[in-house]
């Protein structure tokens, strides 16, 4: 074995070590930028945590180096190949972890290192193929983790829509987002309920109706503000004046809406659902909350959901005017009504 190529594999030793021993200690989450690195960083095996597997597999690879034990370690390295490409595929099923790439990468260059510096036929062709699939399969799975969904309206008293503890998807010519719009879509509802608002186009001509309330939002307007200055169906609700402004500016600006409308639609998909409203919680709604908690009384649970369902819904002859009595009947959580996107079915 050549000086060069001992270089190389002491290098990839130590880093895959490093960043091994990196990843058992508290703050391993620095370069992750997917969810699933705490989800693999928490997951053990006979209660011995896949990194610290991951180190001593660099160690005892270290080690046959040193003792120049090449045969050795190029079976070693074929075997890590194979059982992490197994690793590789439970991602793919599961979810993509950032960390877990890096190893993985740092073990697949130290494979093609013994593979080109001991001169070995094809044994390690069939395998790092198979890892190659799925490497490429994780990558573009965390690609796609990354482009976030556009959102258009937030709370304002937060960094990014991100850390909002509601997330609805909706759209603007559907007709049960609208009541919901009237109920939260003002500013001071909007930030002290801490609520995203998605959109996603209900029919190819909502995106028109969708770059008319960015327009207003960019103002100052709040969503409600808003959305009560569309006009239904709108004057610009035809596929020949969608695009009336031919400036490469607004041309740009429709096909980038378009691209993040897309994004939308596949978050919600990745859901499994397409209709709409769609509303998701960070946490427990405070309508479920124990009415302990003087935030939030009978009262303001039966008004809020007495606007989002049907009266005959809910019992007249219940006391809601007692706010230290608990209701005697059930409310109705169930969905009122919804929307699906894409379809020309009409709302339910």
């Known amino acids: ?9 002491y290098f990839f030793l130590g880093l895959g070590i490093a ?39 660099f160690a005892v690879l270290l080690i046959l180096m040193a003792l120049k034990q090449y045969s050795i370690l190029y079976l070693f390295a074929i075997l890590g190949l194979f059982v992490d490409s197994l690793l590789l595929m439970l991602m793919f099923f599961t979810a993509p972890c950032f960390n877990c790439l890096i190893i993985a990468c740092i ?3 130290l494979g093609v290192s013994l593979h080109l510096s001991l001169q070995k036929t094809k044994k390690l062709l069939p395998i790092f193929l198979i890892w190659t699939f799925f490497f490429i399969l994780n990558g573009s799975a965390v690609v796609k983790n990354l482009i976030k969904p556009y959102t258009i309206y937030h709370s304002q008293k937060y960094a990014t829509e991100q850390e909002a503890s509601m997330r609805i998807y909706f759209s ?43 327009a207003y ?14 006009s239904y169906p709108p004057a610009l609700q035809t596929e020949e004046n969608i695009t009336t402004d031919m400036s490469i500016e607004n041309l740009f600006k429709i096909f980038s809406m378009r691209i993040m409308l897309l994004v939308n639609q596949s978050h919600l998909s990745a859901r499994g659902t397409n ?9 427990v709604p405070a ?47 169930g969905v009122g009504s919804f929307c699906e996107s894409g379809s020309d079915i009409p709302c339910e």
Do not use: H, R
């Open 275 to 283: 209709k709409i409203p769609f509303v998701e919680y960070t946490g």
């Open 107 to 109: 073990l697949a260059c």
């Open 19 to 57: 960043f091994s021993y990196w990843n058992t200690s508290a703050n391993n989450d620095i370069f992750c930028v997917t969810e699933a690195c705490q989800v693999f960083a928490d997951f053990t095996l006979f209660d011995v945590s896949l990194w610290t597997y991951s180190l001593v597999f």
């Open 287 to 333: 309508f479920l909350q124990s009415e302990a908690d003087n935030s939030t009384t009978a009262d303001d649970v039966f008004e809020a959901l007495s606007k989002l369902a049907p009266p005959s819904d809910f019992d007249d002859n219940t006391n809601y005017n007692n706010k230290n009595q608990k209701t005697k009947t059930p409310l109705n959580f």
């Open 1 to 9: 074995m050549s000086d060069f190529f001992k270089y190389v594999i």
């Open 217 to 230: 939002i960019e103002q100052g307007d709040s969503l409600k503000e808003s959305m009560s200055k569309l």
């Open 172 to 214: 603007p010519s559907c007709s049960s987002c609208l009541s919901l719009v009237s109920l939260l879509g003002d500013k001071e509802m909007t930030d002290n309920t801490n609520i995203a608002w998605f959109p996603v186009p209900e029919n190819s001509k909502d995106i028109d109706l969708i770059l008319q309330l960015d």
